[in-house]
């Protein structure tokens, strides 16, 4: 049992490139901390320096009070679950389980009893004689987890497990490695270009974008509050709608296009915004904050509505997505996230490319009689708008108070 | 305990046979049809005796006597001799003496082979694996030396041997069919250790092996289909050699098998065609063998279910 501290990391490979920039991390005793972001983002290059498989440029990586950087991954006392679960062919799934026990020269007895309590955790004591050949995909990645806890490590290290599997398997195996994890009580770190696998497992997600670190919170203090224009377009599916807008000069709203929006007192009253009244900025709005005018009841003034044409409707059962162009400019400078990604593979780590057609989103009630083609009218929660600084990308101000994050 | 424990029902579903198969009667085509798959087959059976032809009549004439020899192909000595005479057989061993020729081409293919399968497994793990600037010219320049016509060789190596009072001497030839054997083995392995994923070793590395524990206990197994592979490639070549062992070889006792066969063919009399198939037969069965037993080794499913 221990804490991993990632210190100033970087990575620079022999032909220059710069995978990790001076990236610090902790992870507590018993916490899954989750590294996210898109490919290319350098959370594998990380993960792989932890497991040694990578020199460290700069900085150091402390595993407990030891700092293993000139250590061999076999001295880091880590184990890991590779995205391909990297299984030995020849071997029985008894024999990949008990594997590293055997490179320790453990007594036959003790080693038995060991690969069958794991076996017995992860639900595959009847296939211990097979092959890896002959298991199905699930099946695959449960030997691999279980090489991997059967070693009692102090850490545990994942690239990726759950991607090879199919949807339902996904999400059924989530379920088991949280489990797994909360019952051993290890260590964990975990890297995934899935943002609903970060939300849903992670006790501190790390968001990382072309090898920085955006931003290390608890998943809902992401949501809640996102320190930057890439973390609000990142997390969250659908996508933030984030805009092109202009603060009044007295800060009481915010122009989108040819409409205005007010802000609440709390914002026009933010000393953060202060510099930007009468400035650009970009706003930002959660899909499920816009609901359809015409089935509210309650009174809203015009400034609390934003009018669009509805390009598409995806009815889900339990809510509707409206797919709708603004009068607006989608944010520049940042690659169009906002086309519903439920992941980040589409996106390129620093990309910069004009966003032209790219619809917003809403999350309306299923009771909505919105059409393609049509004029939507949208009523935004006002209270929950997130502005940030058009040049920078980092955030304004926003629903929540942000907690100062210690990384 | 939980719903998950358990292969999910889907999985055991996939492993099991039906129940119950349906088995369609497999209909025999009619009318054009019928005479099209007639003919493939005819065709097929063309092509098999073409290519089974020779060595079937290498194994008959090996097992006529010397006189049908001497009589010739006709009347009785058809397509079948009259008569099933191992004579051949035993008079190479007891008169010609082949066993001795024989050890020796085991000897030199053996040492060339294994020779070959140890260098070119490292050679080719180093080529694929580590970061070497210039591999594929290296690689490229290794190969080249195996494209080198056999013949250009022969006169500057029968130089250099007389220079080291080593013509007349077997072992020699190890080396030289190195010359030969090596490159195609080392692009073999290579190629093949490049197909491993590197996740194999790492994973290997994480769960506590050294470098040479992780080559030694995942890599070698996983990559035994390609090192068989280049070992039976290295044998029949050392072991079918003439060109080197005729430019090099001198005295009988020190002949390989494909060299002697030739001498104990004549005769002024006669030429021997039934000794000298029958040692053709003989020289043979090492290969067939060794074929037969390799080619269960080469699976290619070996590394099927460690990745995904």
Same mark, same amino acid.
């Given at each position: ?407 | ?47 098999? #005796?073409? !290519? ?8 008959? $004439?090996? +097992?006529?006597?010397? /006189?049908? %020899? &001497?009589? =010739? ?14 004579? #051949?057989? !035993? ?8 066993? $001795?020729? +024989?050890?020796?081409? /085991?000897? %030199? &293919?053996? =040492? ?32 080249? /030396? ?163």
């Amino acid at each position: 049992m221990a804490t991993i501290e990632i210190e100033h990391v970087t990575k620079i490979y022999p032909n220059g490139s710069e995978a990790v920039s001076d990236l610090s991390l902790d992870v507590a005793d018993g916490e899954f901390m989750v590294l996210v972001g898109p490919s290319g983002c350098g959370k594998t290059t990380t993960l792989r320096m932890v497991a040694g498989l990578e020199d460290i440029s700069e900085g150091a990586v402390r595993v407990g009070e030891r700092v293993v950087n000139d250590l061999s991954p076999r001295d880091r006392d880590m184990a890991m679950v590779f995205q391909n679960y990297a299984l030995y062919p020849h071997m029985t799934v008894a024999e990949n389980i008990g594997f590293a026990l055997k490179l320790r020269k453990l007594p036959k007895e003790e080693i038995r009893e060991k690969v069958e309590e794991a076996a017995r955790i992860l639900g595959l004591s009847e296939h211990l004689r097979r092959k890896p050949g002959q298991l199905s995909g699930g099946q695959r990645q449960r030997v691999a987890m279980g090489r991997a806890i059967v070693r009692e490590p102090a850490v545990f290290l994942m690239d990726e497990p759950l991607s090879n599997l199919d949807a339902k398997l996904r999400v059924q195996m989530r379920a088991e490695i949280s489990r797994i994890q909360r019952r051993l009580g290890v260590a964990t770190l975990y890297v995934t270009h899935d943002q609903i696998e970060a939300m849903t497992m992670g006790d501190r997600v790390a968001v990382l974008s072309a090898g920085t670190l955006q931003q290390c919170d608890a998943p809902q203090a992401l949501y809640d509050a996102p320190a930057n224009l890439f973390v609000a377009a990142f997390i969250g599916s659908p996508a933030m709608n984030l805009y092109q807008a202009a603060l009044d000069p007295d800060g009481g709203g915010v122009r989108v296009g040819k409409q205005m929006l007010e802000l609440p007192a709390r914002q026009r009253d933010d000393r953060a915004l202060a510099p930007f009244r009468g400035e650009d900025v970009v706003v930002g709005i959660r899909p499920e904050d816009l609901s359809d005018a015409t089935l509210l009841t309650g009174a809203t003034s015009e400034r609390q509505h934003l009018v669009g044409t509805v390009e598409l409707v995806e009815a889900l059962g339990s809510e509707k997505l409206v797919h709708f162009r603004l009068e607006a400019e989608h944010v520049r400078g940042l690659q169009s996230v906002v086309a519903g990604h439920d992941d980040a593979e589409g996106l390129e780590a620093g990309e910069i490319s004009a966003a032209a057609n790219v619809n917003g989103v809403a999350r309306v009630e299923p009771a909505s009689r919105l059409r393609a083609g049509e004029q939507a009218r949208f009523v935004v929660a006002t209270d929950r708008l997130h502005l940030f600084d058009p040049t920078s990308g980092n955030a304004l101000s926003g629903p929540v108070a942000r907690i100062e994050q210690a990384s | 305990m939980s719903a998950h424990a358990g292969s999910e029902p889907g999985a055991t579903a996939l492993v099991r046979a039906p129940a119950r198969a349906r088995r369609v009667p497999r209909r025999l085509p009619t009318g054009w049809k019928l005479v099209r798959e007639i003919l493939f087959y005819l065709l097929v059976l063309l092509a098999v #005796a073409i !290519s089974l032809f020779p060595f079937y009549w290498i194994l008959r $004439t090996s +097992l006529e006597t010397n /006189a049908e %020899v &001497a009589q =010739g192909v006709g009347g009785a000595n058809g397509l079948l001799p009259p008569h099933l005479s191992f004579d #051949a057989y !035993s008079n190479d061993f007891t008169q010609q003496h082949f066993l $001795t020729p +024989l050890l020796n081409s /085991a000897i %030199v &293919a053996l =040492g060339a082979t294994v020779v070959t399968v140890v260098v070119a497994s490292l050679a080719g793990y180093a080529l694929a694996r580590l970061p070497i600037r210039g591999a594929g010219a290296i690689l490229g320049f290794i190969l080249v /030396a195996g494209f080198f016509p056999v013949l250009a060789i022969v006169g500057p190596l029968f130089l250099l041997l007389k220079e080291l009072s080593l013509l007349d001497n077997i072992y020699p030839l190890i080396i030289i069919y190195l010359v030969y054997t090596l490159p195609i083995a080392t692009w073999l392995l290579k190629n093949f250790f490049a197909q491993i994923p590197k996740d194999l070793e790492e994973a290997a590395l994480v769960d506590g092996a050294t470098r040479l524990q992780a080559l030694r206990k995942v890599v070698i197994p996983v990559a035994v289909p390609g090192v068989f592979t280049a070992g039976i490639l290295a044998f029949i070549l050392a072991w079918n050699d003439f060109t080197f062992a005729v430019s090099f070889l001198e005295t009988p006792s020190h002949f390989t098998a494909p060299l002697s066969i030739v001498n104990f063919g004549q005769s002024q009399f006669q030429v021997f065609y039934n000794r000298v198939d029958a040692a053709v037969v003989i020289i043979t069965i090492p290969i067939a063998l060794l074929v037969l037993f390799a080619q269960r080794r080469i699976v290619a499913g070996l590394t099927a279910g460690s990745f995904r």
